[in-house]
């Protein structure tokens, strides 16, 4: 089993800069691909960013491209979701999640373990 322990939410003005950990226990992040998604209130869960196994390739949602930058730390087994020019439509409850498989993936079903969420409000 794997499980996936989020931080790093809070409030923050528009144009700041948020740093959201997901910490990893029971596997190396070296066999698990890892995505970010995020729900924004009375909407469905979207596609954030993600790195496959590899941590060769990363993809992110068109919506916070070049705003937004996944890394991980394999020494601290934590990938992190470095948030920078925050806009109030940021603000979502993001969760962390991770797959056995290679590659990348942008939809919820192809992920395997997830974490608990933490709150981003990006006030105006």
């Known amino acids: 089993q794997v499980q996936l322990v989020e931080s790093g939410g809070g409030l923050v003005q528009a144009g700041g800069s948020l740093r959201l950990s997901c910490a990893a226990s029971g596997r190396t992040l070296t066999t698990l691909a890892m995505g970010w998604f995020r729900q924004a209130p009375g909407k469905e869960r979207e596609f954030v960013a993600a790195?496959?196994?590899?941590?060769?390739?990363?993809d992110y949602a068109d919506s916070v491209n070049r705003r937004f930058s996944l890394f991980t730390d394999d020494a601290k087994n934590t990938v992190y979701l470095e948030m920078r020019s925050l806009k109030p439509e940021d603000t979502a409850v993001y969760y962390c999640a991770a797959r056995a498989g290679p590659t990348a993936q942008h939809m919820e079903h192809m992920y395997d373990y997830w974490g608990q969420g933490t709150q981003v409000t990006v006030s105006s």
């Open positions: 790195i496959n196994r590899s941590g060769t390739q990363t």
